[in-house]
């Protein structure tokens, strides 16, 4: 039996799911400006998985980079679902006096 498939597919979906917390953890300390990380390691991952040899490994990196991509449209959405009110706003720090 080949477990190829399967394995990719558990993979893609604990990657989806582990993106989601990210992409809210990101934007409540970061806000929407920290995109540009994204995308570097989107373009990161989309190039490793280009010349991984391994039809599994190129696939999650591939799966990774795809999510990287995707989590930048993410932040910019979070930030109107935060200002909707459907998710807590950071507020600023108040420095002790």
Excluded: D, N
């Excluded at 604990?14 to 934007?27: A, D, N, Q, T, Y």
């Amino acid at each position: 039996m080949y477990f190829t498939g399967l394995i990719i597919a558990l993979s893609t979906f604990f990657i989806i799911g582990l993106f989601h917390p990210i992409v809210i953890k990101s934007e409540y300390y970061f806000g929407a400006r920290c995109w540009p990380v994204f995308a570097v390691l989107g373009v990161v991952f989309v190039a490793v998985s280009v010349v991984l040899e391994s039809v599994v490994l190129s696939s999650i990196s591939g799966v990774v980079g795809a999510s990287c991509f995707w989590s930048i449209g993410e932040l910019f959405a979070q930030r109107k679902r935060v200002e909707r009110g459907w998710f807590p706003k950071r507020e600023p720090r108040q420095k002790k006096s």
